[in-house]
C-alpha cells in the first residue's frame, strides 16, 4: 500500500515568518496530493489540493508544490497568524483508489 | 447541505459495554469512510465503502469492530465489547471523488 512520511512532526514559527511542510510517498502511481488543517478539537478541513499534472498551486497565503520525480510535496503557508495555528495533514491516494493515506501530521504553532 | 453528521458526539461507557457510532454522509457522495484518531496512532482508516458496499475493512483492528451501511445515508460503526484502548476520536468522512469531508467525530471514552 501507499506509504506517507510528514515532516517535521512539530514546527514553531514566528508570526508573520514562512512555514514549510513536506511530505514523501512511495507509490508513483499517485496523482492527488491534498492538504488537511485540524484545529484543536476540530475536524480535519481541506485545505489546498493539487493534481499531478501541475507543479504548484497558491491560494492567498498557502501553497502546495509538487516534485513528481522525488515523490514529495509540500505545504507553505505565508506571513503566518496565529490562527493558522493547528495540526496539518498531507494525504495521497494509491492508484485506482480515491482512498488517502494519511501522514503522520505536523503541529504547527505561530508566537504572537 | 449540513455537511456530514455524526452522532453522538461524545460518548462514556464502560468496558464490555456495546457502542454504536452513526453517520449520515452528504447527499449524492458514493463514498464512506470510517478513521479513528489517537495521538499515539494518528488517523487511522478502519473501513470504507463505495455505493453502500464495503471495499477494504484491512484496517478494522479486530472483530470487535464492525461497520454496516445499509443505505446510502446511513451507516454504524459498532464496537463489541469495548475496551478501554478502544478510547479515541472517530471520524466519518464522505466523497465523490478524491476531496474527503469530515464529520465532526464522536469522542468516545471507555472507562
Known amino acids: 500500500g501507499e506509504n506517507v512520511e510528514q515532516h517535521p512532526s512539530t514546527l514553531s514559527v514566528q508570526e508573520g515568518d514562512s512555514a514549510v511542510i513536506k511530505c514523501t510517498y512511495s507509490d508513483s502511481a499517485s496523482n492527488y496530493f491534498p492538504w488537511y488543517k485540524q484545529e484543536l478539537g476540530k475536524r480535519p478541513q481541506l485545505i489546498i489540493d493539487i493534481r499531478s499534472n501541475v507543479g504548484e498551486k497558491k491560494d492567498q497565503r498557502i501553497a502546495v508544490t509538487l516534485n513528481k520525480t522525488a515523490k514529495h510535496f509540500s505545504l507553505h503557508i505565508t506571513e503566518t497568524q496565529p490562527e493558522d495555528s493547528a495540526v496539518y495533514f498531507c494525504?495521497?491516494?494509491?492508484?485506482?483508489?480515491?482512498?488517502?493515506?494519511f501522514g503522520k501530521g505536523t503541529k504547527l504553532s505561530v508566537i504572537p | 447541505d449540513a455537511g456530514v453528521i455524526q452522532s453522538p458526539r461524545h460518548e462514556v461507557t464502560e468496558m464490555g459495554q456495546e457502542v454504536t457510532l452513526r453517520c449520515k454522509p452528504i447527499?449524492?457522495?458514493?463514498?464512506l469512510f470510517w478513521y479513528r484518531q489517537t495521538m499515539m496512532r494518528g488517523l487511522e482508516l478502519l473501513i470504507y465503502f463505495n455505493n453502500n458496499v464495503p471495499i477494504d475493512d484491512s484496517g478494522m483492528p479486530e472483530d470487535r469492530f464492525s461497520a454496516k451501511m445499509p443505505n446510502a445515508s446511513f451507516s454504524t460503526l459498532k464496537i463489541q465489547p469495548s475496551e478501554p484502548r478502544d478510547s479515541a476520536v472517530y471520524f466519518c468522512a464522505s466523497s465523490s471523488s478524491y476531496e474527503q469531508y469530515f464529520g465532526p467525530g464522536t469522542r468516545l471514552t471507555v472507562t
Open positions: 494525504a495521497t491516494p494509491g492508484a485506482g483508489s480515491y482512498q488517502l493515506t
Open positions: 447527499s449524492g457522495h458514493d463514498y
